[in-house]
């Protein structure tokens, strides 16, 4: 319950109080997380060359008492423990002696923080950072905590420690600790049913399974988060002042603006006019998208709309797609894809090579991508794997002149569209394409490449392919409709 809090309190109270039949089917993506971790762990024990009590085999009362016993012998390491006190249950997979108490930890299959890569070590998740506070709030109350350093054995074979009592982050003194305070206190009352938690559209909502119940309520009440980027905290600090779309479309912001700032916290004026913008697009979605200012594009004969799709489970980036276009032709379009079809370094190394190669033969040429996701893996790519490309040509590859974000340098920045977010998925689809598939996704993507490296099943393989050429079509026909656009004065 603390974990799912950290990603939407209301899930918290839906899990316990609403109605089962409304949920929507576990993806596939989801149950595959599932899979990995419990393979995973496994994995990780088999490894272990010291020894360990393993208690994962007994059931729940059992594990209890057989967790307490080992405790008080001193047993070094505890695998698949239970510990209880009060209305506080956890089940950490690792429960380590230190000193003269013991410290809990996680396995995950996934980064230890935050944002971990080569280039840094990142920042704690906090969805880990609660359900460690909880194992050590446990320890602490039954008397053998060795302190408030538990720990997470991670993808990377790396033991990542978790100081609860450090800082959230540089701007944020907020200890993780009391971090897990705040929430456990949220979650107490909401289970106790003395907490109301309304729903709100973020971008977790498309892994829940309340996702369509939880949308139909938003669009029912006319919700303030169904405001692209507008989110649950600043919806929640402008209820007090507009209480759904339409009011907020139809409001005197200068009731709200004082000088520089506004009446609401953490929305300044500038914020709050662009809210506004949306919210009028919403109430009449047939005035249409518009651009803001003028666009100015790189213009070169070749054009390249490239995605990647990758695997965070087994840190490995298994596909670089692109489709090619001249002279702005659709006669001319064509799309080539490199794939890695083990999920081994070789194997990606190899697909890397030749999309770089690729990309270096078509030069001069404008490469459109959406998100800096695809600029962040090729630099990820390059320090893996040096003796591909160097980084000074691979920054020359995306530089500002030739490479375009079209999220960031062009929908973000210079657009509003009449939708609910700004994801390539929703915008290609307000403008009418369609994906091949009928559950297109990056997640169900990396659940389809788990069962291609599994089966060997050519046909998984072009539903990825397929899958991945979507995408970069789905960018054509965004850049298209963008050329089209009018500007608005506001």
């Known amino acids: 319950m603390l974990y799912d809090f950290v990603q939407c309190p209301h899930r918290v109270y839906l899990d316990l109080y609403g109605d089962p039949d409304r949920r929507d089917p ?73 000193g003269s108490g013991y410290v809990a930890g996680d396995i995950k299959s996934g980064a230890g923080f935050e944002g971990m890569s080569e280039e840094g070590d990142g920042k704690p998740k906090k969805h880990y950072a609660v359900q460690l506070g909880l194992y050590t709030d446990i320890l602490d109350k039954l008397g053998v905590s060795a302190g408030h350093n538990p720990f997470v054995w991670d993808i990377h074979d790396q033991e990542v420690i978790y100081d609860l009592d450090s800082p959230m982050g540089k701007r944020d003194a907020t200890s993780l600790w009391e971090f897990y305070e705040f929430c456990l206190e949220n979650v107490t009352l909401i289970v106790n049913q003395k907490k109301k938690t309304p729903p709100a559209l973020c971008s977790m909502c498309k892994l829940c399974h309340w996702r369509s119940f939880c949308k139909a309520q938003l669009q029912g009440i006319d919700d303030l988060s169904l405001i692209p980027e507008l989110g649950r905290s600043r919806r929640d600090a402008m209820l007090p002042h507009f209480k759904n779309v339409d009011d907020l479309a139809k409001g005197d912001l200068n009731d709200f603006i004082k000088g520089k700032k506004t009446v609401i916290p953490g929305i300044g004026p500038g914020m709050l006019e662009t809210f506004q913008e949306r919210a009028k697009l919403l109430n009449q979605p047939d005035t249409g998208p518009y651009l803001k200012e003028n666009i100015d594009l790189p213009q070169f004969e070749t054009e390249l709309f490239f995605d990647v799709e990758t695997d965070p489970l087994r840190d490995i980036c298994y596909l670089h797609g692109f489709v090619e276009r001249r ?164």
């Open 26 to 98: 576990i993806s596939a993506f989801v149950q595959l997380l599932w899979e990995r971790g419990s393979a995973f762990e496994q994995e990780t024990i088999e490894k272990l060359q010291i020894p360990f009590v393993n208690l994962r085999v007994y059931s729940a009362e059992e594990n209890e008492r057989l967790t307490s016993e080992a405790m008080k012998r001193g047993d070094s390491l505890i695998y698949g423990g239970r510990i209880r006190m009060g209305n506080l249950l956890g089940e950490p997979d690792l429960i380590r002696k230190e």
């Open 327 to 490: 002279n702005s032709d659709p006669l001319t379009e064509k799309y080539v894809a490199f794939f890695a079809n083990q999920p081994t370094p070789e194997d990606e190394k190899k697909a890397f090579k030749e999309a770089c190669d690729y990309i270096q033969k078509r030069e001069p040429c404008v490469i459109y991508y959406y998100s800096p996701y695809e600029r962040t893996t090729s630099r990820k790519l390059q320090k893996r794997y040096p003796d591909v490309i160097t980084d000074v040509d691979l920054e020359s590859m995306f530089s500002a002149n030739i490479a375009v974000d079209l999220y960031l340098d062009v929908v973000k920045s210079k657009t509003e569209w009449p939708t609910n977010d700004y994801s390539i998925k929703t915008l290609a689809t307000y403008l009418g394409f369609k994906w091949r598939d009928k559950e297109p996704s990056g997640a169900a993507s990396i659940e389809w490449y788990h069962r291609w490296i599994e089966t060997g099943d050519v046909a998984i393989r072009h539903r990825i392919l397929d899958y991945n050429e979507d995408d970069c079509i789905a960018m054509r026909v965004l850049l298209d409709a963008v050329l089209k656009l009018s500007i608005k004065n506001i």
